[in-house]
């Protein structure tokens, strides 16, 4: 570590993010982690079954790291509004590592069961949610602010990067080394991350006077709620996970794969990607004066989607809708971190994206269990047309908001 700690937001703008030191570490940190996160679906997945676990099974491991996410990720925005947000980083890291590892060594060494790999799931499910608001906040300390767009848009791109090269070579890994090395693989690049994160040097955001945790709450609460253009996105995310959830988690892979063939259903999500990727290069210069405005009006994207599985009209048309929603949600993906991270006090901030996670995600489980039935009963494209029109008419309501339409970046 350096001897001396600077604050980068007011230092002169670099050529480019990547020459800070300490975004560097942050970049290198989080993408390795990604990775390893990339893998770990994939081989969990297929140690449940090696245990004779059923989907229903399966399902609960999974249940379990999600619950315990959305439990303990406002926890974690108060943490890291309190503590340095890169100890808040570094630790998580480490205690991924070590749980990670011996998720790992049970499988390798035939001792696992299912309440094994559930009861460690929830724990790695706690790591990511207590340092989830911290990384994300850390963002802005990293680099000078006129960067912090570029900054962000280098996160998303290598985080997009690192899930497609991850889920990839999952199957590979898990068909030549088995379930535990795969696994083993996912503790490395924790054990990495926590390294380059504890390298990281920027000086600690002088917390508000010390309160109770749900004090705490609130004023993270009251922070929210005092940005309109805020809590409105929030709830219109809300209303996406909602609905779209069980589009591509349920409904999508059976329309696909009875119209054309499980292959199409990769290829569909492949165009997805691919339209990450292109919305992430495109943010690197695109820049707009009304970057909220702009991102919200590429929401009205993500809609193609579900309208072009409920047209069945042909899988081109499936992997345009794809790429367009993907391209959408990128653009708006990172002119809405842009926004919270110039508007909002620094010493909230943690706490800020931790109620927009909560805000987001909540209503996804609840959007899962519900897809099945309410489809059966209406019919699949009929259900998904519904979707579309929900998620285009949720969007636009948005867009009536001022806060929404006249919110301007600062650099």
């Not at 942050?26 to 079954?49: C, E, H, M």
């Not at 990769?266 to 009304?290: I, K």
Request: hydrophobic share 55%; net charge neutral.
């Amino acid at each position: 570590m350096t001897g001396t700690t600077t604050d980068a937001r007011s230092e002169p703008a670099l050529s480019s993010p990547w020459a800070a030191r300490n975004f560097r570490l942050l970049l290198i940190g989080q993408t390795t982690s990604n990775l390893g996160n990339a893998i770990t679906p994939v081989a969990l997945a297929f140690a449940v079954l090696e245990l004779g676990g059923s989907a229903s099974e399966l399902g609960l491991v999974v249940a379990s790291f999600a619950a315990a996410e959305v439990l303990t990720v406002l926890f974690g925005g108060v943490l890291g509004d309190r503590v340095p947000r890169k100890v808040m980083m570094e630790g998580s890291a480490a205690a991924a590592a070590l749980t990670q590892t011996v998720i790992a060594i049970s499988l390798i060494g035939g001792w696992s069961s299912l309440p094994v790999l559930s009861g460690l799931a929830m724990l790695n499910g706690c790591f990511a949610a207590l340092s989830a608001p911290s990384s994300q906040a850390l963002t802005q300390q990293t680099v000078p602010a006129a960067n912090l767009s570029s900054a962000i848009s280098l996160r998303r791109i290598a985080q997009n990067t690192a899930q497609i090269v991850g889920f990839g070579v999952a199957g590979i890994l898990v068909a030549a080394f088995g379930s535990g090395w795969a696994i083993a693989i996912d503790a490395a690049t924790f054990a990495i991350a926590a390294v380059c994160f504890a390298n990281i040097d920027v000086p600690h955001v002088a917390p508000e006077q010390s309160r109770k945790l749900l004090a705490d709450l609130r004023a993270g609460g009251a922070e929210v709620f005092r940005h309109t253009w805020l809590w409105i996105l929030i709830g219109q995310a809300l209303v996406y996970h909602l609905f779209y959830g069980g589009v591509q988690g349920v409904l999508g892979p059976i329309v696909v794969e009875d119209a054309y063939s499980e292959a199409a259903w990769g290829w569909a999500l492949a165009a997805l990607m691919f339209g990450f990727m292109v919305g992430g290069l495109v943010s690197l210069r695109y820049r707009p004066g009304r970057g909220l405005f702009v991102g919200t009006v590429m929401l009205t994207l993500t809609a193609a989607f579900p309208a072009a599985l409920a047209l069945e009209s042909g899988l081109w048309l499936i992997l345009a809708g794809a790429f367009l929603h993907g391209f959408g949600l990128e653009i708006f993906s990172v002119n809405w971190d842009l926004s919270i991270q110039q508007n909002v006090a620094p010493d909230k901030l943690a706490r800020v994206y931790s109620f927009d996670i909560v805000g987001s995600f909540v209503a996804r489980p609840l959007g899962l269990a519900l897809t099945g039935p309410v489809a059966e009963a209406v019919g699949l494209s009929a259900w998904i047309a519904v979707v579309a029109t929900v998620m285009l008419g949720s969007t636009l309501l948005a867009l009536c908001a001022r806060s929404v339409r006249d919110l301007r970046r600062t650099a």
